[in-house]
């Protein structure tokens, strides 16, 4: 097979700091447009990516988010995307929606090229699940699958996407590894045409897998290491503008040392996030200045896997990663959005099933069963915390700690009038 008929895949994760409708500039060619600058890698003329994958966290006030309240924002979402990457296509190619979900403030949007993937995605699914307190929204993960089929009933490929925001704060590594678990086990798409089983399935039971988000993993470094002193000393972090400093500093990257030692995300694979700064915490408003309350950490990031990689070759994927970076152009988040480029391998030849991911023989995946139930009692939870903090906010103006003053003053008024005595008649 040709190298350019190996499908493209980008995928973009942006933490944009509850800023609802403001949350992006008007024109995203610094985020989803240079990747078609090395897309000629893969063949003499500029390709523009078979699938656009689009996640982000923290995507409107939360108090919107936990009412529910997210439609508006997400179609903009979408037309702004849509608008953008078929303004900066090489060949002015064209892009549907495959599909979009969101979950309070975690979102996640897929567009696969007219002229070719598109007219074969079929089997489309959603899936949403929470992990923050009480299974609250707040924290959890949203989810895409799809097969592009072969002109089969069953055969072709399923691919399944995840945006996540997990447990925030470099001490609660054990709470972002519980977060991690809860999503496999309660993120459940119905089993694929292919099984001979009618249960739900894990978002591994697919053929590619992208995970992606802001995972809130950090660099966690010992007091007495020479980098957290130069650091502490060091208010602006100039070292972090030196590759060979940020490949030491990657050795203290939770999730790469979890995953080493495989207690977190089996099976996946990421290129070489060193390359580019740490994307968390900046200055609002900053292209370059850390905010000095965290250590830079690599908060955001798109991990992958494909049916063709082995269990026995961890490190090793048959996915070519063409580009990992982030853009540090954009100020109005504490955080940076990611970009990565993907080629994927061949496709299958298979015409009668989709293949499925190979994973170690110690690691099986299961469904929750109480996942239903979790799901909807966070939901429940999400919508009562919402609305409630929605009206106060409408009360005050604004500000719900304004509304609480507002609705207590108006109650105190309310009971004294209620207790005064009446007018004397004359």
């Known amino acids: 097979m040709a190298s350019d008929e190996r499908l493209l895949v980008q995928i973009g994760s942006y933490n944009t700091n509850l800023q609802g409708g403001a949350g ?202 020479h980098l957290t002193q130069t650091m502490r000393s060091d208010p602006t972090y100039s070292l972090l503008n030196s590759e060979a400093t940020r490949e030491e500093l990657k050795e203290f990257d939770q999730l790469l040392l979890e995953r080493r030692n495989n207690r977190v995300f089996i099976g996946f694979r990421e290129g070489d996030f060193w390359t580019f700064k740490c994307t968390y915490k900046y200055q609002l408003g900053q292209v370059d200045h850390y905010s000095t309350k965290r250590t830079p950490s690599w908060t955001d990031r798109v991990m992958y896997t494909t049916h063709t990689d082995s269990p026995d070759t961890p490190e090793i994927s048959n996915i070519t990663n063409l580009l990992y970076t982030s853009i540090p152009s954009y100020t109005t988040s504490d955080h940076k959005p990611v970009l990565c480029l993907l080629a994927l391998p061949p496709p299958s030849t298979s015409s009668t099933t989709s293949p499925l991911l190979r994973l170690p023989t110690s690691f099986n995946p299961t469904p929750d069963p109480y996942a239903v139930l979790k799901r909807y009692a966070g939901r429940t939870l999400d919508r009562i915390i919402g609305y409630t903090w929605w009206i106060l906010t409408l009360v005050g103006a604004g500000s719900a700690a304004v509304g609480i003053f507002n609705f207590l003053l108006s109650f105190a008024a309310w009971r004294w009038w209620g207790k005064s005595p009446a007018a004397s008649p004359e």
């Open 24 to 225: 992006l500039p008007q024109d995203l060619v610094d985020w989803l447009a240079p990747t078609l600058q090395v897309s000629s890698f893969l063949s003499r003329e500029s390709r523009a990516p078979d699938i656009v994958a689009v996640g982000f966290q923290e995507l409107l006030p939360l108090h919107l988010g936990l009412a529910g309240l997210s439609k508006a924002v997400i179609n903009e979402r979408d037309e702004h995307i849509r608008t953008q990457i078929e303004a900066h296509a090489p060949n002015k190619e064209r892009y549907s929606l495959v599909a979009k979900i969101v979950n309070v403030g975690v979102a996640l949007l897929v567009y696969a090229k007219d002229n070719g993937l598109a007219r074969r995605v079929c089997d489309v699914q959603t899936q949403w699940t929470g992990c923050g307190p009480g299974y609250m929204g707040n924290k959890g993960a949203v989810g895409i699958r799809f097969r592009v089929s072969n002109d089969t009933s069953h055969g072709g490929e399923v691919f399944t996407f995840v945006c996540a925001h997990l447990t925030a704060h470099e001490p609660k590594l054990a709470h972002r590894i519980a977060d991690y678990n809860h999503i496999v086990g309660s993120l459940l798409f119905p089993a694929p045409p292919s099984s001979t089983s009618s249960s739900a399935t894990t978002m591994y039971a697919t053929s590619h897998l992208f995970f992606l988000g802001d995972l809130n993993f950090r660099v966690s470094m010992p007091p007495a290491h």
